[in-house]
């Protein structure tokens, strides 16, 4: 590189040399302090993850450990058994676990997303009525599942619909239970909506039903599905509503729909870990591993059905 | 109710237009030609407050009319209340007269969603629906009913000159496309239903200069088919492509507390542009103020 050699250019060159040093001194290092308080909050952060997963791993390997030995897919398939341990399996309960949340999702999806459209889209957001309601559908998500089965006998089974102690009356008070989720998740997603979607399509001359059902629903569609989704889990776990509205008998053929004697996999497994031998615990803990393995399979198949429709506009 | 045009009525010069300065008689078509609304004091206001007051105007038909004026002074106001968008704003109300061919817009047995079938708008920030581009231009005809969707979608795109950039990729997501195309689509989109009127809210403001000058081109085009109301703060654009001008101010009451818009003047855009008649007109125009 051709350089006069004059008193200023060489000056310059000095200076130029000296401001790229500063520069690149001031954009390599973070000062010390600032660095070191970063590290720290990650290494928090880290923490609580760690923290949280373990809590839910010690869980599992816990069943797993207890309950290994004794799993096999007989399980699945072979009906209960007080006094025959080693062929008791959890078949009634399961068929009863899986026609309890068939019922709860022909129930909650409906009306949930329907509630959720008319709070959302048609009511006047500005009436005392409609903040109580939003206020009251907050507060049943986090009542005790416990007077959901109180609700339950006295208005389902007993009562107006007085419907006896069969599988329906059961699942209809699961739905009920999981209501408010599926609710609060479906305003959310429909919120999620931006306005500008809505006034492109009411400007083009659709009417509000129309802007909803073919615009804002299916963009509302997959935070929709979580909702529904995060309602099974709960709704499958869920013990004391059941024992309430008749799901109390050691029952060892597969249950119907409207059929009175039924089970299901919560509740199975707190009988025969009820029972003093200790086979019957190990086979509880067994029985811990099928629900995991129901749950972990009926969350998967709907988190595969969102997927896919997210996809397609 | 159906809304059809009546035949047009030609009316004195000074019925027509209520502006404190009443424009001197010039070739006299510019003035008579059929005309799509007649706005007769206009007020908007929102939970009680004035947005626009006492708007006095007509807009007429295969014409490009221009609504200018500084932030605040109501434009995209009185435009929306010419689709009746006003409604879904539950505070606003609208008072005044606004005719759409001889019909009283705002009547008892007029139905919004017919309206708007026939007055269409394109937003300032592009809005293409979740979907595909196919699925975007053929949403309006699907939900009105009509035929031939494949047909309409092509002539809303080269309508919109679009065709040649998306005629490959019809399925593919509309957000792919860029600021420009998405905002040509929602053109596209209004075309497609036939709507006689398209109103336009800034549709450039979030643009490049090219597409700008794109969908500039496409106006003076389309206002061979449609009538075209736009709203812009760009004056140079209105000085491009309008064939009439409206310049609103705000204006402030005594205690300043209250602000709301106001018409000054409306006349050809060349008039208003070269030989304004209010000083406030010329000051904002030559870029003084505002």
């Known amino acids: 590189m051709n350089r006069m050699k004059t008193p200023g250019s060489e000056r310059t060159r000095l200076a130029t040399a000296g401001a790229r040093a500063v520069t690149t001194t001031s954009l390599s290092k973070q000062p010390a302090k600032d660095r070191i308080k970063g590290n720290i909050f990650m290494a928090l952060l880290l923490l609580a993850v760690t923290i949280a997963l373990i809590g839910l791993t010690a869980l599992v390997v816990q069943a797993i450990i207890e309950g290994g030995p004794r799993f096999n897919l007989e399980l699945f398939t072979n009906p209960p058994s007080s006094l025959n341990v080693e062929d008791a399996g959890f078949r009634p309960a399961l068929i009863g676990t899986l026609y309890l949340i068939l019922g709860v999702v022909l129930l909650i999806v409906p009306l949930g997303v329907g509630s959720a459209v008319y709070l959302e889209e048609y009511a006047d957001g500005n009436r005392w009525w409609n903040k109580m309601i939003e206020l009251n559908i907050q507060n049943l998500a986090g009542v005790p599942s416990i007077i959901y089965g109180i609700l339950g006998l006295a208005f389902i089974v007993r009562g107006p619909l007085d419907l006896g102690f069969i599988l329906a009356a059961g699942s209809l008070t699961l739905a009920l239970l999981v209501l408010p989720v599926v609710i609060l998740a479906a305003r959310e997603a429909l919120r999620a909506v931006p306005p500008s979607v809505r006034e492109g399509s009411l400007a083009l001359g659709a009417t509000e039903w129309q802007t909803i059902r073919k615009q804002v629903l299916p963009a509302a569609i997959p935070g929709i599905a979580t909702g529904v989704i995060l309602a099974i889990s709960r709704a499958i776990g869920e013990t004391a509503p059941l024992l309430l509205v008749g799901a109390t008998t050691f029952v060892t053929f597969n249950p119907t729909f409207f059929g009175e004697n039924f089970s299901a996999l919560p509740v199975l497994i707190f009988q025969y870990a009820s029972r003093p031998q200790e086979e019957f615990k190990v086979l509880a803990a067994a029985g811990v591993i099928v629900m995991l393995i129901v749950l972990l399979a009926m969350n998967s198949f709907a988190v595969w059905l969102r997927n896919r429709y997210e996809q397609q506009w | ?290």
């Open chain 2, 1 to 290: 109710m159906t809304l059809t045009p009546e035949p047009s009525r030609e009316k004195g010069l000074s019925q027509q237009i209520a502006v404190k300065n009443e424009p001197a008689p010039s070739d006299g078509d510019v003035w008579t030609k059929d005309k799509v609304f007649e706005l007769k004091d206009v007020s908007v206001s929102y939970g009680g407050k004035a947005a626009v007051k006492g708007v006095t105007m007509d807009i007429f038909r295969n014409e490009v009319t221009a609504l200018i004026g500084p932030s605040g002074c109501g434009k995209s106001t009185l435009l929306r209340c010419l689709n009746r968008m006003n409604d879904l704003v539950a505070s606003a109300s609208v008072e005044g007269e606004i005719n759409y061919h001889g019909n009283d817009l705002y009547g008892a047995k007029v139905d919004p969603v017919q309206v708007r079938k026939m007055i269409g708008m394109v937003f300032q920030k592009p809005n293409p629906f979740p979907k595909s581009i196919y699925d975007n231009i053929a949403f309006g005809p699907r939900v009105l009913g009509l035929k031939d969707i494949d047909e309409r979608v092509e002539t809303a795109l080269k309508g919109a000159a679009l065709w040649d950039e998306v005629k490959d990729r019809l399925k593919d997501n509309a957000y792919g496309m860029s600021g420009g195309q998405q905002q040509r689509l929602c053109i596209a989109r209004t075309m497609a239903v036939d709507p006689e009127v398209i109103l336009m809210d800034e549709p450039c403001s979030a643009l490049d200069p090219i597409s700008t000058g794109k969908i500039e081109d496409l106006m003076t085009e389309l206002k061979e088919k449609y009538s075209i109301v736009i709203v812009t703060h760009n004056m140079q654009q209105a000085a491009r492509v309008s064939d009439k001008t409206a310049f609103l101010i705000v204006e402030l009451d005594s205690t300043e507390n209250n602000r709301w818009g106001q018409l000054i003047e409306y006349d050809e855009t060349d008039k208003v542009f070269t030989n304004p008649k209010d000083s406030r007109t010329e000051d904002y125009v030559t870029g003084k103020v505002g």
